[in-house]
C-alpha cells in the first residue's frame, strides 16, 4: 500500500495484484482495481475448483439432453456437409505427416488387437467371397 502526501490530505493508493496498476480504492477491503481484474484474479486463484465444478455441470446437461443435442448436431451435419466435407479435407491436406505420424504409432502400438479384429472381420465376411457379396 501506498500513500502519498497531496495539498488536500492523505491519499491512499494500491497496488492491484492481478495488473500490477496503482488505484485508488472506494473502501479498505476493497483489493483489485476493477471488477474485471477481481474476477480474473479469482478465477485465477480457483481455478480447479471452477473446472471440476463446470465439468460435472457439463456432463450432466450432456446426459439430460443427449437426445436433443444428437438431433441439432444431425441438423448441422445435414445442412453444412459440403462445408464441413471442404473443412476436413483442408485440415487433412495440412497436417498430412502429423496424421501419418500418429497412424503409424498406434498402429505399431496396437498391432496384436488390430490382427484379431481384421481375423475376425474377415471370418465374417468369409462367406460374403463365396457368393459374391450376396445374400442367399
Known amino acids: 500500500m501506498k500513500t502519498k502526501n497531496t495539498k488536500a490530505g492523505w491519499q491512499v493508493s494500491r497496488l ?21 481484474c477481481y474476477q480474473a484474479a479469482y478465477k485465477a486463484a480457483n481455478r480447479d475448483r471452477i473446472a471440476k465444478n463446470y465439468s460435472a455441470y457439463q456432463a450432466a446437461y450432456r446426459a439430460a439432453n443427449r437426445d436433443r443435442i444428437a438431433k441439432r448436431h444431425a441438423v448441422h451435419r445435414a445442412a ?30 496396437n498391432r496384436e488387437k488390430l490382427a484379431e479384429v481384421m481375423l475376425d472381420f474377415q ?8 457368393t459374391g457379396g450376396r445374400r442367399q
Open 80 to 109: 453444412n456437409r459440403e462445408k464441413l466435407a471442404k473443412r476436413s479435407a483442408a485440415y487433412n491436406a495440412a497436417h498430412r505427416d502429423a496424421i501419418a505420424k500418429r497412424r503409424a504409432a498406434y498402429y505399431a502400438a
Open 16 to 36: 492491484c495484484p492481478h495488473c500490477g496498476k496503482a488505484f485508488k480504492p472506494a473502501s479498505g477491503k476493497q483489493r483489485c482495481c476493477g471488477s474485471k
Open 123 to 130: 471370418g465374417c465376411h468369409s462367406s460374403d467371397r463365396d
